[in-house]
T-cell receptor
Framework: QKEVEQNSGPLSVPEGAIASLNCTYS??????FFWYRQYSGKSPELIMF????GDKEDGRFTAQLNKASQYVSLLIRDSQPSDSATYLC?????????????FGIGTKLQVIP | DAGITQSPRHKVTETGTPVTLRCHQT?????MYWYRQDPGHGLRLIHY???????DKGEVSDGYSVSRSKTEDFLLTLESATSSQTSVYFC???????????FGQGTRLTVV
């Protein structure tokens, strides 16, 4: 059973701080890693993806991947109340297509004004 | 927003009745997926389609069937609804390999 582990939270951070969201995965053959944001009562939307070890930055968001340690993280700089949502980590193996993507349960982030 | 519409958005049904959820897309994307989302679980794949009349089972397919007779429509049927199928159901679409998946608004189904 391939697993993707996330702390469900809530993770509370003050406005303007850095929010750090973490995800570990069990399948060493995992190749692609995604972060989705899901507002309460809404659908997931892709905000970041990463394939290679290291950091990938997009605006206030940075995804970090460490395949040796089997974790991927999402940093949100200058957190805003509008960032309050649940963040889903998703992991895909090398082969098999998107139908093989495994989702974590998500971490609820609360940004306190 | 990607052109995905799920219907109905909310439904309450009785145990033992059949239920059909519809996912309609206007993007002409090849791949379509049905997921369920429950507290304490990540999104779990029920069934997916890789073309008209081409479908396959996902992780939690028992008690569900699907059909795709047109590119734009992917139907999910609960053959005889049970309380364990109370959930939020999401449809997703994808154009092809290495492309982003877009999710529909979700259908909240309650089986009483």
């Amino acid at each position: 059973q391939k697993e993707v582990e996330q702390n469900s939270g809530p993770l509370s951070v003050p406005e303007g701080a850095i929010a750090s969201l973490n995800c570990t995965y069990s399948d060493r053959g995992s190749q692609s890693f995604f972060w989705y944001r899901q507002y309460s009562g809404k659908s997931p939307e892709l905000i970041m993806f990463i394939y290679s070890n290291g950091d990938k930055e997009d605006g206030r968001f940075t995804a970090q991947l460490n395949k040796a340690s089997q974790y991927v993280s999402l940093l949100i700089r200058d957190s805003q109340p509008s960032d309050s949502a649940t963040y889903l980590c998703a992991v895909s193996p090398l082969t098999g297509g998107y139908q093989k993507v495994t989702f974590g349960i998500g971490t609820k982030l609360q940004v306190i004004p | 927003d990607a052109g995905i519409t799920q219907s109905p958005r909310h439904k309450v049904t009785e145990t033992g009745t059949p239920v059909t959820l519809r996912c309609h897309q206007t993007e002409n994307h090849r791949y379509m997926y049905w997921y369920r989302q429950d507290p304490g679980h990540g999104l779990r794949l029920i069934h997916y389609s890789y073309g008209v009349k081409d479908t396959d089972k996902g992780e939690v397919s028992d008690g569900y069937s699907v059909s795709r007779s047109k590119t734009e429509d992917f139907l999910l049927t609960l053959e005889s609804a049970t309380s364990s199928q109370t959930s939020v159901y999401f449809c997703a679409i994808r154009a092809g390999a290495n492309t982003e998946a877009f999710f529909g608004q979700g259908t909240r189904l309650t089986v009483v």
